[in-house]
């Protein structure tokens, strides 16, 4: 099983990024998938869920700002991060069925 990440690097505050999470070795269609953050010094928290059905949820941080979606057929899910701020500055982890990405990281300057 491999969820690998891309789409992090830096962007000035009030920027975009879109983060993907390409899954392989799992029925990716039929799993949940999540986006959890971790930035330094702190705990790693869930930022945003989507269902296999489509289900979202979002932390209130980033309500409104960030959207979670999925594509069955390409086994990849997707992070819109619009209205970035400094403090979501951390690396970004994937998770689906249980397994973990890597991370990618993201960096808010002001």
């Known amino acids: 099983v491999q969820l690998v990440e891309s789409g992090g690097g830096s962007v000035q505050a009030g920027g975009s990024l879109k983060l993907s999470c390409a899954a392989s070795?799992?029925?990716?269609?039929?799993?949940?998938m999540a986006w959890y953050r971790q930035a330094p010094g702190k705990e790693r928290e869930l930022v945003s869920s989507?269902?296999?059905?489509?289900?979202?949820t979002y932390a209130d941080p980033v309500k409104g700002r960030f959207t979670i979606s999925r594509d069955n057929a390409k086994s990849t899910g997707y992070l819109q991060m619009n209205s970035l701020k400094t403090e979501d500055t951390a690396v970004y982890y994937c998770?689906?069925?249980?397994?973990w990405g890597q991370g990618t990281q993201v960096t808010v300057s002001s």
């Open positions: 070795g799992l029925s990716f269609s039929v799993c949940s």
């Open positions: 998770w689906a069925c249980a397994f």
């Open positions: 989507i269902s296999s059905s489509g289900r979202t």
